[in-house]
């Protein structure tokens, strides 16, 4: 099944650009070529651009505070494990604990790194980092692949706290959705959403051997999904197919 997933604010945009670099970034410095140690730490540096935001900080320290607050009214009931409420909390602590004593945002330390920072203004530039540009920095490319590592891991770690938070916080909204089945009728699907609630995140799963696309809208009130057929050449045509998928809404 493939899973698409939509954020219905400007929030959870941000958290899932993020997880999505933080993936790109592990997998990245996990190998030893130069080329992607290049792409690892110009990772590090979309991170960083994201990261940015002058409240981001604040929102990932509320919405932590609002979990465990969220958690702390299940102690008590008898259909809630005691142990496994106190492991969820204790990880919230640890993520709120860890990103509210780093100072300033997410690599702020790393801006002080002169060298570290020549890269970033020439990587935005199209062959900009190329070795008479940056000849120290092609240097380091061609260093031991483990120097490399033990480089990207110490600049990385600098954007952990964060990183921990984010993923927290996308699998506690994850794991509260309940998933339901439901139907395209000629490649249209909608759905009214209940007054009072607020959904932050949508994710729907489909079988790729249906070949279709989902594009997906939606607000507070509705949630609309039209199927797409891929043609050749890339080009989207709508589809007139009856399908069924799976819808999981996550408040």
């Not at 940015?52 to 008898?78: C, I, T």
């Not at 990103?99 to 330390?109: D, H, I, M, P, V």
């Not at 033990?150 to 998933?179: F, Q």
Request: net charge negative.
């Amino acid at each position: 099944m493939i899973l698409y997933e939509y954020p219905f604010n400007e929030r959870l945009r941000t958290y899932l650009r993020l997880e999505q670099l933080f993936r790109r970034l592990g997998e990245l410095i996990a190998r030893t070529h130069p080329l992607d140690h290049h792409y690892a730490l110009v990772t590090i540096f979309e991170v960083m651009d994201v990261a940015a935001r002058a409240d981001l900080k604040a929102d990932v320290l509320k919405d932590l505070e609002k979990h465990k607050h969220q958690f702390d009214a299940y102690r008590g009931n008898p259909s809630i494990s005691e142990a496994a409420l106190d492991g969820v909390i204790a990880q919230l602590d640890q993520c709120f604990n860890a990103l509210n004593t780093q100072t300033g945002k997410a690599g702020q330390s790393l801006t002080e790194n002169d060298w570290l920072m020549s890269i970033r203004s020439r990587a935005g530039i199209p062959g900009g980092t190329c070795g008479f540009d940056l000849p120290a920095y092609y240097a380091w490319q061609h260093h031991a692949p483990e120097q490399r590592q033990n480089d990207l891991h110490h600049w990385a770690a600098t954007l952990a706290p964060l990183a921990e938070s984010v993923y927290l916080l996308l699998r506690l909204m994850r794991d509260a959705g309940l998933p339901q089945k439901v139907a395209a009728e000629r490649g249209q699907f909608q759905q009214n959403l209940p007054p009072g609630r607020t959904f932050q995140l949508l994710r729907l799963r489909i079988d790729p051997a249906l070949q279709l696309v989902p594009e997906i809208s939606g607000n507070r009130l509705i949630v609309s999904v039209r199927l797409m057929r891929q043609e050749d050449g890339g080009k989207l045509m709508c589809s007139n197919e009856d399908a069924a998928f799976e819808l999981t809404l996550c408040a």
